[in-house]
């Protein structure tokens, strides 16, 4: 009897095999299958005849919904097919992190996301894209009823993409919305804070950027946010305990605060070691905050000391309710420590 060949598997998971080029192609013309339902190519070489290739396969599959081109240094002409490719494929989640794309590739994305495809996530971490290609992608937001989860992280988004995006939420399907580290200021800021109330956002990540502390508590408050993640912003000092009263009343899981900047002056965050919970006022309310809210599930924090640990471990074994607290360099060691 002859063996029945081998079905092609539903899943393709070539990350960190560093392909290069003509064999990332080669692979992909062998591989492509009717059936393929995930694809991560993350650090292979993705060049225009792979991109084009993919281009195709994106707007034929009627089963392929997980697509990763994390680090796959893509050129803008790849980008554009693939980008244009979007508004006719099933993707549900779309992982395009570490590349670099220019303005015109922002806008053919936004076409695209304009078509509403069935598309749930983008992730664009680390892209390099500018205010301007920012802004495309916010304007098609409001044409958009699938997209749910967006991820920008570490851009040059600056004040003219967040206002871009601030302006199109009320109008977005999004429910969560990741902007840390886009050089973004107040007036940035402002303008995402002041349209929470009128969106559908359950999560935000707005670290290492300028925020008003008092406008954020204000703008939490008249918002459905659950998920909040604020490490390594630059606040005004006189803010923090306030904030950190006003949110205990909210009814937040999920809370990221590993340390504050307080330093204003339109310089690059420094690497420093995170001292927020050394000012003990801080600290205090901090311990209130812990106490009083009666939601936070999963805590992330910076340094602590071995006493302040031992102190929030007596809060935890007294509130009632099972806490995930994640201390991260905790002692200096670049560890995650999870209680």
Known sequence: MTEEPEAPKPDIDLSGQNLWGRVTFDFLKNNLHANLVSLDLTTNHVDEESGELLSEFLKNSQTLKYLSLIQTRLIQRSANAIFSSLADSQLLEFYADDNIFTKQSCKILAQSLAKNPPLELLSLNGCDITDRGVAAIANSLPHNTHLKHLRLESNSMFDVGAKEIGKNLPNSSLITLSVADN?????????????????????????????DLRLLAAGL??????????????????????????????????????GFNFQNLPISWPAVKDTLWTNETFFDAFKRLLTNNKTLN????????????????KILENIGKEVTFSILNFGGTDDIWLY
């Open 221 to 258: 408050h008249q918002s459905r946010i659950t998920s909040l993640a604020i490490s390594g912003c630059k606040v005004q000092k006189d803010q923090v305990v306030d904030f950190l009263q006003s949110i205990s009343q909210l009814p937040l899981q999920t809370l990221m605060i590993c």
């Open 298 to 313: 999963d805590i992330r924090v910076g340094f602590l000391d071995l006493d302040q640990f031992f102190v929030i471990s």
């Open 183 to 211: 050089q973004i200021w107040n007036d940035g800021t402002k303008a995402i804070i002041e349209n929470l109330g009128n969106s559908k956002l359950e999560s935000l990540d707005l670290s290492y950027n300028v925020v």
